[in-house]
């Protein structure tokens, strides 16, 4: 089982930034990826970043040059950090760790930080 804590979410001023950490803990059996998917009220859920075990990372086009994602591998964290922040990225950003096995997939969530932009 592995659990996920985000934090680093708040409000601020559109063309700020903000940094958002998900710590992991617990036990998994292979960790494939860990990432940032966000929803805004009424859409569904969408992929923001991800950074798979190589350390190749993939971007939605819509934060491609503002966000990066990184991780601590001794930490068992990843990081978003999130610059020149718009109203459209407000949503709930929920970090996402992906566990692959020969025999399974599954996605551990966490419970999710609220963004904020106000114009």
């Known amino acids: 089982q592995v659990q996920l804590v985000e934090s680093g979410g708040g409000l601020v001023q559109a063309g700020g930034s903000l940094r958002l950490s998900c710590a992991a803990s617990?036990?998994?059996?292979?960790?494939?990826?860990m990432g940032w998917y966000r929803q805004a009220p009424g859409t569904q859920r969408e992929l923001v970043a991800i950074?798979?075990?190589?350390?190749?990372?993939t971007y939605a086009d819509s934060v491609k040059g503002r966000f990066t994602i990184s991780r601590d591998s001794a930490k068992n964290t990843v990081y978003l950090q999130m610059n020149s922040l718009k109203p459209e990225d407000t949503a709930v950003y929920y970090c996402?760790?992906?566990?692959?096995?020969?025999?399974?997939?599954?996605?551990?969530w966490g419970q999710g930080t609220q963004v904020t932009i106000s114009s």
């Open positions: 950074i798979i075990s190589g350390g190749t990372t």
């Open positions: 617990g036990s998994s059996l292979g960790i494939d990826s």
């Open positions: 996402n760790l992906r566990e692959v096995t020969p025999f399974s997939k599954y996605d551990y």
